[in-house]
């Protein structure tokens, strides 16, 4: 009898141990799956903005450009910051997003630019008035690509003065360092450069 119930006793402690086990091991798995699909924390994006000096509609002689829309696609107009993974791929980040429409930070920041870039003009998301030249732009390109280079491309037609001025654009800057910061930043260099671009041709105008 007395061997039987040690036998016993041992079974019962034995079970117990192997419960622990799996407890313990299901446990640590929960841990683990809890980390990688809900630990990573989100970082906003807002492109860099230039500080140029107040302009007035008022100054005499000023010329008018009322920058009308700029324009994005639909696989740009999320949240996500865009990435291209091969020729043909893209991805969207669910962890790295744009503080506000991206749509509304290009805009704003290329009505700085031109403020900045164009002395003698006034600068404006706003209309201006019947003399004003009016800017739209389609920016069908603005991401980070597999081989360490960002692309800003599109297009943008001017009205001036009854006429038409239309001018695709293709940007390609090398990234200095890796990561969606450095992307960014390497992005609103590309876009500051289209803004000089577009500043030449409008200096030029008749």
């Keep these: 009898m007395r061997w039987y119930l040690r ?14 086990e799996k407890w313990l091991l299901a446990a640590a798995v929960c841990v683990l799956t809890a980390c990688s699909s809900g630990g990573e924390s989100k970082t906003y994006y807002q492109l860099p903005v230039v500080q140029g000096g107040a302009q007035s509609a ?4 000023a010329r008018l450009l009322w920058v009308e829309q700029v324009s994005i696609p639909d696989y740009l ?23 506000s429409p991206l749509d509304q930070q290009l805009r704003t920041t290329l009505v700085a630019n031109l403020s900045q ?12 008035g019947s003399e004003q030249d009016t800017l739209n732009v389609a920016v ?3 991401h980070g690509r ?10 943008w ?39 000089a671009a577009i500043a030449s041709e409008l200096n030029r105008l008749p």
């Design 7 to 20: 036998r016993r006793i041992k079974k019962i402690h034995s079970r117990r141990e192997r419960n622990n």
């Design 58 to 61: 008022a100054s005499q002689g």
């Design 77 to 99: 107009a999320g949240n996500g910051v865009v990435y291209q993974t091969t020729d043909v791929q893209y991805v969207i980040a669910n962890n790295n997003l744009w503080a």
């Design 117 to 128: 870039q164009l002395p003698g003009w006034v600068v404006s998301s706003q209309p201006l």
């Design 140 to 142: 069908n390109g603005f």
């Design 146 to 155: 597999y081989d360490g280079r960002v692309i800003v491309s599109g297009e």
């Design 157 to 195: 037609l001017l009205k001036h003065q009854g006429q038409l001025i239309k001018r695709p654009f293709n940007i390609v800057l090398r990234q200095e360092q890796d990561g969606y910061d450095a992307m960014v930043k390497t992005l609103a260099q590309a876009w500051s450069q289209e803004a």
